[in-house]
């Protein structure tokens, strides 16, 4: 199980809203505070949907834009992957070790990430928390990915980029490896 931000997707200095202000005419601030802080738990979680949560908010403040050119953006400038990472996972993945997505996306981005991005081509299956309704470090998230998978905990192992879902996934009986992005995976594994 393989977390996508921070690991399989590196993120842009500044985050991906780093310009958005400059070529949307949209601050990173107001899409914080009237989109993100209020919307986000339930758009993530798989309560409600992006765009019907978005399309609100920039009616108010940002007229001039669609939730979709809004999205577009924010999931590419938001895309850029660890390509030396995913050489060496799909080693593994040569090798016989079933590979996994296990991250917190809502579904727009998550579907961006499997078919745009391609990772459908790269990992076996990806586990998301907008279609678990809960998602790392909840043990409600790794319970729901053991049983559609049917891997026992001991059967599955976690890289991720959080120390908090690392102790999650650990004391959901999985291994687990905190990942900086600083070394090459085969030194990680060990």
Not at 89 to 96: H, N, P, T, V
Request: glycine share 6%.
């Amino acid at each position: 199980m393989v977390d996508v931000d921070g690991v399989v997707v590196v993120p842009r200095p500044g985050g991906w809203a780093a310009n958005m202000e400059a070529d949307l005419g949209l601050a990173a601030a107001t899409l914080q505070t009237h989109f993100f802080r209020p919307h986000w738990p339930d758009v993530v979680m798989g309560r409600a949907g992006l765009h019907d949560r978005l399309a609100p908010v920039l009616a108010e403040h940002a007229p001039h834009l669609t939730s979709r050119a809004v999205a577009d953006y924010w999931f590419a400038m938001d895309a850029r992957l660890d390509e030396t990472l995913l050489h060496d996972l799909a080693d593994l993945r040569a090798a016989g070790v079933a590979l996994h997505l296990a991250t917190v996306q809502e579904h727009e981005r998550a579907a961006y990430l499997w078919d745009t991005l391609s990772l459908r081509d790269r990992f076996d299956a990806m586990h998301h928390s907008a279609a678990y309704g809960c998602g790392k470090p909840d043990p409600a998230f790794f319970a729901a990915v053991e049983a559609r998978t049917g891997y026992a905990p001991a059967d599955l192992a976690l890289l991720d980029d959080r120390a908090d879902n690392v102790k999650a996934a650990r004391a959901a009986g999985w291994r687990a490896i905190l990942w900086d992005g600083t070394r090459r995976l085969a030194d990680v594994l060990g």
